[in-house]
T-cell receptor, first 111, second 113 residues
């Protein structure tokens, strides 16, 4: 089983749509959770951290369910510029600094 | 503010040739440093990480090696490249505190021919 699993997509949605990405992780000791965005042929960039209480940043909402080891990202009112690959990221547990990346979910927002 | 530099951006090397990719970080001390590789259309694979000078942890057995000769310098090397070494190599750094996000350099796209 992969440490971090994501639906690879692609998700093809029209502008203005709401889209949700899901991610599961296998290491119950993981303590830090992030969503990164990666544009084609570019480096990944931090989109947002994911907190136990859930957090929102504009059109983006992230949720964490520790009991189910499940993370989600919701994008409302999709823009063309949201087209990218979204990577689910977890750390490896207490005292372990390295991050494990999911393979990513590709989003294509269409006009 | 902190910045990370990685070079070269693109590299084409013949099979059997050596490799040296360099990464430096500015604006922070004692960062955690990482080398990741991303094959075409695939996820990021952690190759090496370092929590201090001369301290290297290898994640995947392979013909690559890493070194950290200075606090903010991380080097990825190979003595003889294989075709399977082609990919997008990314250097990253994170705070020495636990549970923090990582920040990436712009990456090196390596093609072994």
């Amino acid at each position: 089983r992969k440490e971090v699993e994501q639906d690879p997509g692609p998700f093809n949605v029209p502008e203005g749509a709401t889209v949700a990405f899901n991610c599961t992780y296998s290491n119950s000791a993981s303590q830090s959770f992030f969503w990164y965005r990666q544009d084609c042929r570019k480096e990944p960039k931090l989109l947002m951290s994911v907190y136990s209480s859930g957090n929102e940043d504009g059109r983006f909402t992230a949720q964490l369910n520790r009991a189910s080891q499940y993370i989600s990202l919701l994008i409302r009112d999709s823009k063309l510029s949201d087209s990218a690959t979204y990577l689910c990221v977890v750390n490896r547990g207490t005292g372990r600094r390295a991050l494990t990346f999911g393979s990513g979910t590709r989003l294509q927002v269409q006009p | 503010s902190q910045t990370i530099h990685q070079w070269p951006a693109t590299l084409v090397q013949p099979v059997g040739s050596p490799l040296s990719l360099e990464c430096t970080v500015e604006g922070t001390s004692n960062p955690n440093l990482y080398w990741y590789r991303q094959a075409a259309g695939r996820g990021l694979q952690l190759l090496f990480y370092s929590v201090g000078i001369g301290q290297i942890s290898s994640e995947v057995p392979q013909n690559l090696s890493a070194s950290r000769p200075q606090d903010r310098q991380f080097i990825l090397s190979s003595k003889k490249l294989l075709l399977s070494d082609s990919g997008f190599y990314l250097c990253a750094w994170s705070s020495p505190l636990v549970n923090t996000e990582a920040f990436f350099g712009q990456g090196t796209r390596l093609t072994v021919v």
